[in-house]
């Protein structure tokens, strides 16, 4: 409303005065209140950060409309329907100039190989529209359709590298904020974003890793300074280590040891210990192609196994339960002495007390146990211990788990693999005539397998719910099992060789000399930073 619409002569004449008004006191006020460093810090990383996010999501936008467009056009190539082929061109050549022109318009100028592969997107898409205009209108005369495909292909070829390079600079601010953070706000707000970055998808992880992300990660872990923020690095290198290039880099970092003293200190709190338990839980998933023994996995193999034991033994949190038995259960797929370290600090006792006490109510931390009992009793040496510490009446309980009608998809399927890899592990229990002979004895019986009765000598059973496990739909049920990937469970019955293990845990092992490099140089940049800022 201007001043001049106003009906009041004194309200017209205030609204004049008021331009020229200074309320001095204010001004006095406001040059004389302290700026905070640390809050100038924040806000410099978060309005990075706010950009970061904005590319990312004009990028992800861009692309897949880029992507859905480039399909289109290769399926009316393959019919031969030439009508739209044109417009569907023009409309990818728009989409590209749009999504750099966001990009540029979020961010400062881009590095020089981000500019000159925007370059050869740009020249790429219009060769491919000067190729598809020279031919006129498209009723006419048809453009050659091998030549256009060329086009179109090394279009898209460029553009994926473009995408990828978009990203990797955006990343790449992400971990620098992380390297570089001088204050216990901006660092944290660095980790909580690279971790959702994670959550897009395996791409998005590998990505991260040739950044330089997990390496960052663990140089958080590995000082003493921002133990602040270990929960938080934690939980993001359990995130990001989903795929084989960061995996690689947990490895180049010597991880392993830095897990297995965060696991074997008892002093650190349960819930960062089961923290820990979730990387290790995830680097060594039967679900991954390339699940191998990390470095520094056989040296510390006892320590963790004796760790993450105590870990479910202390744990209250069904939750922290479920992360010690998950990576327990994944390394006893890893090697047979695994198992003989379990079998020697009595795990199998903690998850019977788990499952008693219901600390393991979940569906899948039975699914763990199951698990870890079943890889046991492929080695002979370790079945005992199964029947002593009661894990015999514990997986005659498992075979009657049912899963609900309200429960979700994720749980049903939980359920099956505890039925089965119950079975199987009973299966192998009963190779030993005393173990078969007890499992039929055991009241409440639902179930039995065909080597019971054979290794008993037992007349087959007429009850139809066990005449079904006891005939062939029981290795039908074991080949949908051992069919699974990531849920074979190791039948090896090879006599097993190893040397007994040592009569208690080793003394906790400092980390290699690499790695105490890199912590020593955190830690002495963060105390630099902090006597800076308390200056």
Known sequence: ???????????????????????????????????????????????????????????????????????????????????????????????????????NACAATPPPKLYRQEEVVMHACAKLVHFIESFGPINGRKPAKATLVDHISALTGEFRKLIDLILSNEIHKVVHCIDTAENIASLKYAVSRLTKLGLEGDNMCAVIAKEGGVRALLSVCMSGELDFAWDMALRGLATICCVADSIAELEKGNGIYCLTEILFDQATPVALRAEAAGVVAQVTSPLLDHCHKLQGFMENLEELIYSLTELCREAQNPEFFLLGAAAIANISFIDNLA???????????????????????????KDQIATVFANMAAVERCRCEIVEKGGLELLMQL???????????????????????????????????????????????????RRITSACNMPSFDDPNIRDLVELRLIDAYNICSGRQGETLVISNENFTQAAPPSRPRARRRRPNATRTTTTTTTARWRTRAATSTS
């Open 399 to 449: 075979l009657q788990e049912r899963p609900g009608v309200q429960q979700r998809a994720t749980q049903k399927v939980a359920c099956e693999r505890v039925l089965q890899k119950s079975a199987i592990a009973l299966t192998r229990l009963s190779c030993m005539e005393e173990i078969a002979a007890e499992i039929v004895q055991l009241t409440g019986m639902n179930a039995a397998i």
């Open 1 to 103: 409303m201007r001043i001049g619409e106003y009906e009041s002569p004194s309200v017209r004449c205030w609204m004049q005065e008021l331009r020229m008004m200074t309320e001095m006191e204010c001004m006095s006020m406001l040059q004389g209140k302290p700026v905070s460093r640390n809050h100038g810090n924040k806000d410099k990383v978060e309005i990075s950060s706010k950009h970061t996010n904005d590319i990312l999501a004009a990028v992800k936008t861009r692309a897949s409309i880029v992507s859905t467009e480039f399909t289109k056009l290769f399926k009316r190539l393959e019919k031969d329907r030439w009508a739209n082929v044109k417009s569907n061109i023009l409309k990818i050549a728009c989409h590209i100039r749009s999504l750099l022109h966001e990009c």
């Open 339 to 365: 198992c003989e370290y379990i079998k020697k600090y009595h795990t199998t006792e903690v998850f019977v007390d788990a499952c008693r006490t219901g600390r393991a109510s979940m569906i899948f931390a």
